[in-house]
């Protein structure tokens, strides 16, 4: 029987947990405050920023909000971040991504103290995480291990393989999952052989940005299939980067899209706002 990893109960697992942590806080007199900035109005961000601000709400951490224009300069957001820096109130900023064409995210990512970035894409969030140091580790690489030991899934001494290479998710999985002493590879579109290598994968963990891609033929009998795609499909039904219907017949254990790795993020994103009130 294929296990279906369930992303809804676990985030409201941990998130729970959190609720209880930020209670107990509170009691020692810490409060926690995160600054939520959107740049314009794109639909789905609008949607990613609401959701995090009710993960707020629902664990008890203060959320700021600032809607900004779409023709906001890159000057003035790096004002705002800056005075958010120096608040003694607030404890995380998240900039939601992408950001106008205009502004040079990288620029902006720099600009968050490395004290209060939530989100992990800091360079030296970065570096901490690739030398096993503590830092904030980036939210839904973080979730995905969470999932994967939360579901009783051994990754020590496994093969894993990321198919994917981005700075939020592939390149950060791969550090995690050594840090939990996999083996690990990154496969990516100039890798030759594809499947020959997924199909070397007791956990293959899919973040390549293209909708069910990754078909049977790309994994291993029983395997542990993760997919952080999330797609809308020709009849505009959610989907992920992995052909669910053909590779869980495979596969030991999957996670769907959705409510498989999307409702980690979030909740990872609220630990993150906790650790900067733990010690
Ligand atoms: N856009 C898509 N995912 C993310 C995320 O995890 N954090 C931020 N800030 N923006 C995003």
């Not at 109960?9 to 941990?14: E, F, G, L, T, V």
């Not at 806080?25 to 959107?38: D, F, R, S, T, Y």
């Not at 009783?152 to 894993?160: A, D, F, L, R, V």
């Amino acid at each position: 029987m294929t296990k279906l990893i369930d992303g809804k109960i676990i985030s409201k697992q941990i998130k729970d947990e959190l609720k209880e942590e930020v209670r107990a806080l509170k009691e020692q007199g810490k409060e926690i405050c995160l600054a939520v900035i959107q740049v314009g109005g794109d639909a789905a961000s609008s949607v990613y920023v609401n959701n995090k601000k009710k993960a707020c709400a629902y664990i008890g951490i203060e959320s700021l909000s600032y809607e900004l224009e779409e023709n906001t300069s890159e000057e003035e957001l790096v004002g705002l971040i800056e005075e958010l820096n120096r608040s003694e109130k607030v404890n995380g900023i998240l900039v939601q991504l992408p950001l106008p064409k205009h502004i040079d995210e990288d620029r902006i990512i720099r600009t968050i103290s490395p004290d209060k970035d939530v989100d992990g894409f800091h360079p030296v969030s970065v570096g901490r995480l690739w030398l096993g140091e503590p830092g904030f580790l980036s939210c839904t690489p973080a979730g995905i291990v969470q999932l994967l030991k939360r579901s009783g899934i051994e990754i020590e001494g496994k093969e894993c393989v990321i198919l994917g290479r981005s700075n939020i998710v592939g390149k950060p999985m791969a550090a995690l999952m050594l840090r939990e002493n996999a083996t690990v590879t990154i496969a990516h579109s100039r890798t030759k052989n594809l499947k020959d290598v997924t199909r070397r994968a007791d956990i293959l963990i899919a973040a390549v940005g293209q909708q069910k891609m990754v078909t049977a033929e790309y994994v291993k009998e029983g395997a542990v299939v993760i997919d952080v795609g999330i797609h809308r499909d020709t009849q505009n039904k959610l989907c992920g980067d992995v052909d669910f219907q053909g590779v869980s017949e495979k596969v030991s254990a999957i996670t769907p899209v959705p409510g498989g790795v999307g409702p980690m993020t979030i909740a990872m994103l609220m630990n993150n706002c906790v650790e900067t009130a733990r010690n």
